[in-house]
């Protein structure tokens, strides 16, 4: 089974892969999507992923989104915020010094970017909507939790997280492409975690080597890791 990273390029037929595969778990948990309507949501998704090199494919057949996760520094945040106070520092400086001329080329600017924004908006729309749809924040909460208490046990907290994984039709196939995903991708012995999307995907993800992971409360969670 040859594992590749996935190109830009590969995107639109990986997209269709997801689509077809969410598609097919919604009709399974009762809720009809179509591919179609999911289709522009997972290509804007698996784009971001491939570009940042985040993104592993079988053959085009399946997928999966590996990547190192790691608590930012204290001092990365401070720089961050440093850097905005010294620009919006030196925009306030400069308005207050600009004459007419330059106040209107910034409002012509501004008035761009304005427009280029509401573009991207316009865009961003029809994959935004079916995003919204799929979104379960109580279930997204709970996982988040059971995630961070387990990450606080964890040298620096930094682990690889694992998801999108996908594959359609659904085959057994499915243990044999993300064992071989994880084993190209991550290195042995680190830590592994990810949030489940259904039973079966626990199940793949348990014959991997993960444990359910619990929320500060005790509330079981779709979320999984390696121990």
């Known amino acids: 089974m040859k594992i590749e990273r996935a190109r830009l390029q590969d995107t639109p037929a990986l997209a269709w892969i997801a689509a077809q595969a969410f ?3 919604s009709a399974q948990a009762g809720n009809r999507r179509s591919p179609q ?6 290509l804007y998704s698996l784009g971001l992923l491939a570009c940042s090199g985040r993104l592993w494919h079988w053959d085009k057949r399946a997928i999966i989104a590996i990547e190192y996760k790691k608590s930012p520094s ?9 850097l905005c106070s010294v620009a919006a520092v030196a925009l306030v400086v400069w308005i207050s010094t600009a004459d007419r001329d330059g106040l209107q080329a910034l409002l012509v600017i501004m008035k761009a970017g304005g427009a280029v924004g509401v573009g991207i908006l316009l865009l961003l729309l029809p ?6 749809g ?3 924040p109580r279930r997204s909460a709970r996982n988040a939790d059971a995630i961070r208490q387990w990450r606080k046990t964890l040298p620096g907290r930094a682990a690889y997280k694992v998801s999108y994984l996908a594959m359609y039709p659904q085959t057994r196939e499915g243990l044999a492409f993300a064992r071989a995903a994880i084993d190209r991708a991550v290195p042995a012995g680190e830590p592994l975690y990810t949030e489940a999307r259904s039973e079966s995907h626990k199940t793949i993800y348990a014959r991997r080597g993960l444990h359910p992971l619990a929320a500060a409360d005790g509330t ?5 890791g390696t121990r």
């Open 127 to 132: 994959a935004v909507v079916p995003a919204l």
């Open 74 to 82: 204290l001092w990365r945040w401070i720089a961050l915020a440093g």
């Open 37 to 42: 309507a999911l289709y522009l949501m997972h």
């Open 134 to 136: 799929e979104m379960h």
């Open 23 to 25: 598609a097919a778990e």
């Open 220 to 224: 079981t969670t779709l979320a999984m």
